[in-house]
């Protein structure tokens, strides 16, 4: 594979931790099954027992992403240099000192520019502060690599920005990673990094996790604090990460999340076996258009049930509580209405009025839209939606529901291209109507959701399958994670591309 040199390469949204919290080292939680590479608890535990030290680590990593970024473009800025020094200089304080990592490139991280995937922000300047979770990130002992490429602002569920180039599936070169955590969830997938930070504001851990073959869970609104506090069903984007391990993910949640006296939530603490309890699983099988994935979405969706009944919980079928098409087509104009004020905002640092100079076709599109709709359009928008959104929470106890199970998306990974920022808008939109019509959902509610990854397709392409709860109810989740993984582990699988 083609090498590139760490000069080349150079030139080619949180959680926070309570102030003054102790960190140690995650309890133990039961190892997952054979995997070719370490994940980060295993990692980090070889670098503490002294078996390899966290420069060792890094280096590996470096090495490693030197060697495929060239084929999978997962990185649109490197700190390599800096993060040498780093570990060079001793193993980071923190329960995972020395794990290299990424951090997606629409936060901020100190040091670095954050560019969001846009030709916009090409000339942006190195961060002078960074997101809360960064800092949690930091004490935890990871190590950051640089930022991870992401499709412009996060907007498309592909990773092909026209700024920094097509992102490729190592499963499948000529398919798209998903997004908007695509460079994250390649590089883990690839075996570069053990874990990598993701952003979620309306699919965008699921959607890179399924098509990548990876665990990713998507926490509730406020589970993870932020900059500022959330509350309402516009603030729809959470972060945590993607891993190839449940007890990772979970970690690095329990890491992470909100102990604040004002948290949203009370702390959960770190989960680290499944439970006993039998759930009863609501199967949600059609998309939100009203229409049947496709037949390998399908099989993966049928195994999963036959999975999660041959484990003992019970399983009924149901139906989205609200009208999904109508749904999808409010939640793309409030999703517009968001792009409006990013592009503002980029425009005014540039000083220039938005062009396809600077931003994408689809993005433009996106503006376009809400200004035909008008201001006055998101009025009945947010009401419809807040409907959707009780008609969601009240899904589960109306029949007693811990968990909904669906497909990620209607189809596997898609060609790239297919749903990338070149499409006419029209037809884009008529697209990701059908391909991205489960997970929005989650989003607007609040609600925790994870992607598992059960199922391969003859073809050697994953294919995820959701489980999702109520607001708060990750506890259930990662116990649930825990049992499918040892039932149906995945960690031994590697991609035809990797380190």
């Known amino acids: 594979m083609t090498r590139i040199t760490r000069r080349a390469f150079a030139a080619a949204a949180p959680l926070a931790l309570v102030a003054g919290k102790a960190l140690a080292a995650p309890a133990p939680a039961a190892p997952p099954p054979a995997s070719p590479w370490p994940d980060a608890t295993a990692l980090a535990a070889r670098i503490r027992a002294g078996e390899l030290t966290a420069a060792e680590a890094v280096e590996t990593a470096i090495r490693r992403a030197e060697a495929l970024q060239g084929t999978l473009n997962f990185i649109v800025n490197s700190d390599f240099d800096r993060a040498l020094a780093k570990v060079k200089a001793g193993t980071p304080m923190g329960p995972f000192g020395g794990v290299p990592f990424l951090v997606k490139d629409l936060v901020d991280y100190k040091g670095l520019p954050t560019r969001g995937g846009s030709q916009a922000a090409r000339s942006a300047a190195a961060a002078k502060v960074q997101a809360p979770n960064c800092d949690a990130f930091d004490r935890a002992g990871l190590v950051v690599l640089g930022k991870s490429a992401t499709p412009e602002f996060g907007f498309l569920p592909t990773t092909e920005p026209i700024a920094t180039g097509l992102t490729r599936n190592p499963w499948d ?8 955590s695509g460079g994250s ?18 699919g965008s851990i699921r959607i890179p996790s399924s098509h ?29 990460v993607v891993t190839r391990s449940v007890r990772d993910s979970a970690a690095l949640f329990a890491l992470t999340e909100d102990t604040a006296p004002r948290a949203s939530f009370p702390p959960m603490g770190l989960v680290t076996a499944p439970a006993k309890r039998r759930l009863r699983v609501g199967v949600l099988l059609e998309n939100g258009m009203g229409h049947s994935p496709s037949p390998q979405v399908v099989a993966a969706t049928d195994a999963a049930v036959k999975l999660v009944a041959g484990l003992g919980h019970h399983i009924e079928y149901t139906h989205l509580p609200y009208e999904g098409a109508q749904f999808i087509q409010d939640f793309l104009l409030l999703w517009a209405n968001g792009a409006v ?25 996106l503006v376009e839209m809400a200004r035909k709709a008008g201001p006055t359009a998101l009025g009945p928008v947010l009401q419809r939606l807040t409907a959707d959104v009780l008609a969601y929470d009240t899904w589960f106890p109306a029949h007693q529901f811990d968990v909904v199970l669906s497909p990620v998306l209607s189809s596997g990974p898609p060609l790239l291209g297919e749903v990338g920022p070149r499409v006419p808008f029209d037809t884009l939109v008529s697209r990701l109507f059908e391909y991205v019509g489960y997970t929005p959902i989650h989003n607007l509610a609040g609600a925790p959701s994870m992607s598992v990854p059960l199922y391969w397709t003859e073809g050697g392409l994953p294919i995820g399958t959701m489980f999702s709860a109520r607001a708060g109810n990750e506890r259930t989740l990662f116990e649930l994670a825990y049992e499918l993984e040892a039932a149906r582990p995945w960690a031994q699988r590697i991609p035809p591309v990797h380190a």
């Open 173 to 180: 070169l000529t398919r798209s990673s998903g997004g908007s």
């Open 185 to 202: 969830a390649v590089a883990v997938a690839a075996g570069i990094v053990p874990a990598a930070h993701a952003t979620d504001g309306g």
């Open 212 to 240: 990548c073959g990876l665990f990713g869970l998507k926490p509730s609104r406020g589970r993870i604090a932020d900059f500022e506090g959330k509350a309402g069903i516009t603030d729809v984007g959470v972060e945590h």
């Open 341 to 365: 004020r990013d592009i503002e905002d980029a425009a005014n640092a540039t000083g220039r009025a938005p062009s396809e100079a600077d931003f994408e076709p689809f993005s433009l599109g």
